[in-house]
T-cell receptor, first 111, second 113 residues
Framework: DAKTTQPPSMDCAEGRAANLPCNHSTISGNEYVYWYRQIHSQGPQYIIHGLKNNETNEMASLIITEDRKSSTLILPHATLRDTAVYYCIVRVGRGNEKLTFGTGTRLTIIP | NAGVMQNPRHLVRRRGQEARLRCSPMKGHSHVYWYRQLPEEGLKFMVYLQKENIIDESGMPKERFSAEFPKEGPSILRIQQVVRGDSAAYFC???????????FGQGTRLTVV
């Protein structure tokens, strides 16, 4: 699976949009981009995934660049409960096994 | 619909003892995944099971670790003769099938003293 690079930490003001970048420059054509988050000491929570097109669900939006070498997770109106570590994961095909969680981005929402 | 239930939440074992971690998947889910998170590290895949079958155990240490998911009852991750390096948070996830969203439990924190 392709390696991902994320900033170690970010702050965002409550109520603003949080934009979390992920670089996956070695991604190949059959690799999906997944985003999970882990709120302190809890189990990871699935957020969203995509292959080529931008995706949106009730939690977030995923913007994937045309060359697919990077993506951005957008939390449109961040709340204090969004404070967590966010993981960007790239994997071949769809599936829940062998997800490779790196160190992620620690997002802190500031009141 | 209850979420993925893991027990115990905290487990303390002395070196050389056995640790048994249980995972009850969500209702209707027949796919179970175990992940381990060492202190200050990301989660690492261990094993993927479907009822009564091990599908992928490529992340399991070769010795002392085993997993099962019987026809009835929870999935069990068993660690024999625990060592200090086994201290970690062990997370279980379940899914309705391989590709749809998997839901993680709250984890079992194993401490080996």
């Amino acid at each position: 699976d392709a390696k991902t690079t994320q900033p170690p930490s970010m702050d965002c003001a409550e109520g603003r949009a949080a934009n979390l970048p992920c670089n996956h420059s070695t991604i190949s054509g059959n690799e999906y981009v997944y985003w999970y988050r882990q709120i302190h000491s809890q189990g990871p929570q699935y957020i969203i995934h995509g292959l080529k097109n931008n995706e949106t669900n009730e939690m977030a939006s995923l913007i994937i660049t045309e060359d697919r070498k990077s993506s951005t997770l957008i939390l449109p109106h961040a709340t204090l409960r969004d404070t967590a570590v966010y993981y960007c994961i790239v994997r071949v095909g769809r599936g829940n096994e062998k997800l490779t969680f790196g160190t992620g981005t620690r997002l802190t929402i500031i009141p | 619909n209850a979420g993925v239930m893991q027990n115990p939440r905290h487990l303390v074992r002395r070196r050389g003892q056995e640790a048994r971690l249980r995972c009850s998947p969500m209702k209707g889910h027949s796919h179970v995944y175990w992940y381990r998170q060492l202190p200050e590290e990301g989660l690492k895949f261990m094993v993927y099971l479907q009822k009564e079958n091990i599908i992928d155990e490529s992340g399991m240490p070769k010795e002392r670790f085993s997993a099962e998911f019987p026809k009835e009852g929870p999935s069990i991750l068993r660690i024999q003769q625990v060592v200090r390096g086994d201290s970690a948070a062990y997370f279980c996830a379940s899914g309705r099938d391989r590709a749809t969203e998997a839901f993680f439990g709250q984890g079992t924190r194993l401490t080996v003293v």
